[in-house]
């Protein structure tokens, strides 16, 4: 199975800052990658699929990039509602996998 | 309004079994291919299995593969997850999510989940 290592696992940061998580598929998954994001005590949401397509209603805040084996989330300027965890998921081949979560606190 | 709703989750003993519901509304379901998504008290989110919009084609991650089942019917708009010779490992808040079209792999509708505890 592809293994996704995501980091940083926590981050702490400001309403405003530019925020940028990576993950990395143990092999190369062309740009079969998304990115959710998950509140507490609620379901994931679809925040970007396909690497760099923004699923409708997400803020273009939000954006992702990469190929290959390693791809990023950006936030350009973190907001109040976007302290959360946030998952990659390689959709390459089965098994599916998700990266660990990367806790976005506020500092 | 789009909706999943899972059901059935609950306390089972080490080996036994227990079926999950997701009943889908709102949306054309046999238009979705869905997903089971698991995620263990306090931990990350882990897929657990896929099915087509006609149910030809299943997946399961390599934790699953020979105990689980997932199956739909389409007349009835349900996923349903069979999961037998259960585990403590297997504790966990499972999701149904699902998608369409020729990105089916971005999951943009799921369910707000059903708790299953495997204990003695």
């Known amino acids: 199975a592809i293994q996704m290592t995501q980091f940083p696992s926590s981050l702490s940061a400001s309403v405003g800052d530019r925020v940028t998580i990576t993950c990395r598929a143990s092999q190369g998954i062309g740009n079969d990658l998304g990115w959710y994001q998950q509140k507490p005590g609620r379901a994931p949401k679809l925040l970007i699929y396909a690497t760099s397509i923004l699923h409708s209603g997400v803020p273009s805040r939000f954006s992702g990039s990469g190929s290959g084996t390693d791809f990023t989330l950006t936030i350009s300027s973190l907001q109040p509602e976007d302290f959360a965890t946030y998952y990659c998921l390689q959709d390459y081949n089965y098994p599916w996998t998700f990266g660990q979560g990367t806790k976005v606190e506020i500092k | 309004e789009v909706q999943l709703l899972e059901s059935g989750g609950g306390l089972v003993q080490p080996g036994g079994s227990l079926r999950l519901s997701c009943a889908a509304s709102?949306?054309?379901?046999?238009?979705?291919?869905m997903n089971w998504v698991r995620q263990a008290p306090g931990q990350g989110l882990e897929w657990v299995s896929f099915?087509?919009?006609?149910?030809?084609?299943?997946y399961y991650a390599d934790t699953v593969k020979g105990r689980f089942t997932i199956s739909r019917d389409n007349s009835k708009n349900t996923l349903y997850l069979q999961m037998n010779s259960l585990r403590a490992e297997d504790t966990a808040l499972y999701y149904c999510a699902g998608g369409s079209g020729y990105y089916y792999e971005a999951l943009d509708i799921w369910g707000q989940g059903t708790m299953v505890t495997v204990s003695s």
């Open positions: 709102g949306f054309i379901f046999n238009t979705y291919t």
């Open positions: 099915i087509s919009g006609n149910g030809g084609d299943t």
